[in-house]
């Protein structure tokens, strides 16, 4: 499975932005789609995942101000971020991980990523 990320990129405090991931591959072999992300000098840490019957977990930093939605036809998943804060700021990765791989919140290992895509908040 590869893994493309875009949509990153400079917005100001308050603004939105729309990553998306367009995924290629043994696509139907994957169960879990995530994205992550990673603040320079800090652990990588979990944004948003949905699993392919559609549940969704959010990581406490972005709840209630992002969306994690998958478009099975196009094997795209796309994450709306809202109200983002300067803290936002990291390169964001989009990872997936198959069927028959136990995936928990604290987990950071996944069966493939993205190169990732940045996204700088400005004050």
């Known amino acids: 499975v590869q893994l493309q990320a875009s949509g990153g990129g400079l917005v100001q405090a308050g603004g939105s932005l729309k990553l998306a991931c367009v995924a290629s591959?043994?696509?139907?072999?994957?169960?879990?789609w995530g994205w992550y992300r990673q603040a320079p000098g800090k652990q990588r840490e979990l944004v948003a995942v949905?699993?392919?019957?559609?549940?969704?977990v959010y990581g406490d930093s972005v709840k209630g101000r992002s969306t994690i939605s998958k478009d099975k036809d196009k094997n795209t998943v796309n994450l709306q971020l809202n109200s983002l804060k300067p803290e936002d700021t990291a390169v964001y990765y989009c990872?997936?991980?198959?069927?028959?791989?136990?995936?928990?919140?604290?987990?950071?290992?996944?069966?493939?990523w993205g190169e990732g895509t940045q996204v700088t908040v400005l004050q």
């Open positions: 591959g043994s696509v139907p072999n994957i169960n879990i």
């Open positions: 949905i699993s392919s019957s559609g549940n969704t």
């Open positions: 990872a997936a991980l198959n069927f028959g791989g136990a995936w928990y919140p604290t987990r950071r290992e996944m069966d493939y």
